[in-house]
């Protein structure tokens, strides 16, 4: 079959591979019909998440079922299905607990409690590196989806694939954002990053009954992108005056509830770079810093852009005298999908209008390279195997 391999950072290619096969009485075998480019595989791409050995990229992907092994109750050969990014049993203490991107069986070779860098890391997850159980990716042709009885949903044929292709990442990452930030109805809610996950976040901000949203971003062409198909106020970073934009809005205190959609590949700047080198660190926590400065008294930050590693100067004094709270992490998806899979089918939610680049398989690097380096206006690749 024909996949997007990563062989080492900015290079990868179409390659044809093994097909897979089931390995295990619960797995499923699916034909891939439509797959995306996620910002959070651009941080392998670049090199910030290390992989040492050839993998199929891609966590955002659906398709046809073709083959179920024997223990696989749920799913049937013809089924449409869209898959959550996270490898999950469904049975263990985490994933009982709606935690499903921490199962404790997924990821066996390099689980653990403590969380750090290199080697004790949480679940699985598709197309992630060897650190989250280096299980092949869906921007291909065929993928072998592990647990097929947990994450995969069936889809009915009156919706598109483009339609509901993102409830396996970003629509329940921007909803995520917008649940652990608390929002009930009337509050003002600043949004760091207006990419695909960003815009998700403001769209769900305005469904949980948010009185006022605002996007901030430093390309321009992203924040037109929000204006038009999420409807929110937006602020350029590189302006200088975002944090005051946000204070003057909210009579000086700050936003409610602040998102940081962008983690560690925000901007950096020289002095920035060399801070790294010093501190032996990847990546920028600058939105971060910006969402907690943004933030009200008391109010609520939520992060749900990736961040690797450690950061030297973290605004702990600053996050304690405001008496801010934190949510981070991997959205659970599973947890979500179903709500917002039936929002999707009543017309309350929308998320295909992200969508600015359609290629096929065949030109995926291609897709990367447009959506690394922010050409041509790119905010979000579908893949068409």
Avoid at 329 to 347: C, F, S, T
Wanted: charged share 20%.
């Amino acid at each position: 079959m024909k996949a997007l391999v990563f062989h080492s950072p900015k290079h990868v290619s179409v390659d044809t591979i093994d097909t897979p096969v089931l390995e295990q009485a619960t797995d499923a075998i699916v034909r891939v019909t439509s797959t995306a480019i996620c910002g959070s595989d651009l941080h392998i791409y670049n090199g910030l998440f290390p992989q040492t050995r050839p993998l199929v990229l891609g966590h955002e992907f659906m398709g046809i079922v073709e083959e179920v092994g024997s223990d696989v109750r749920k799913l049937r050969p013809g089924d449409r299905v869209v898959v959550p990014f996270a490898v999950a049993c469904g049975s263990c203490f985490f994933c009982e607990r709606n935690l499903p991107g921490h199962c404790e069986r997924s990821n066996p070779g390099h689980y653990g409690p403590e969380g750090n860098v290199i080697s004790s890391k949480g679940g699985g997850l598709f197309g992630y590196t060897d650190l989250y159980g280096g299980y092949a990716g869906g921007q291909a042709e065929y993928v072998r989806v592990p647990y097929a009885d947990t994450g995969p949903r069936k889809v009915g044929a009156e919706l598109t694939d483009e339609q509901v292709l993102f409830l396996t990442d970003i629509l329940p990452t921007g909803y995520t954002a917008i649940d652990w930030a608390g929002v009930r109805g009337g509050e003002t809610v600043a949004v760091i990053g207006c990419g695909p996950v960003g815009i998700m976040a403001m769209k769900c901000a305005w469904l949980r009954g948010a009185a006022r949203v605002i996007g901030v971003d430093r390309e321009e062409y992203r924040l037109e992108r929000a204006r038009e198909i999420a409807s929110v106020e937006t602020v350029n970073v590189e302006s200088g005056v975002a944090l005051e934009f946000i204070r003057a809005a909210t009579d000086g205190r700050g936003a409610d509830a602040c998102i940081d959609a962008v983690g560690m590949e925000a901007h950096r700047t020289p002095l920035v770079k060399i801070s790294n080198l010093v501190h032996g660190q990847l990546g920028s926590f600058v939105a971060f810093k910006l969402a907690v400065s943004a933030v009200r008294r008391g109010g609520i930050v939520s992060v749900v852009g990736v961040y690797g590693v450690p950061y030297d100067n973290f605004p702990l004094g600053q996050l304690f005298d405001k008496g801010v709270t934190v949510r981070f992490g991997q959205a659970p998806v599973h947890k979500y999908v179903d709500q917002l899979l039936m929002w999707i089918k009543e017309g309350k939610l929308r998320a295909d209008d992200v969508i600015t680049h359609r290629l096929p398989l065949a030109e995926a690097p291609r897709g990367y390279d447009i959506f690394n380096t922010k050409k041509d206006g790119c905010v979000k690749v579908v893949l068409k195997p």
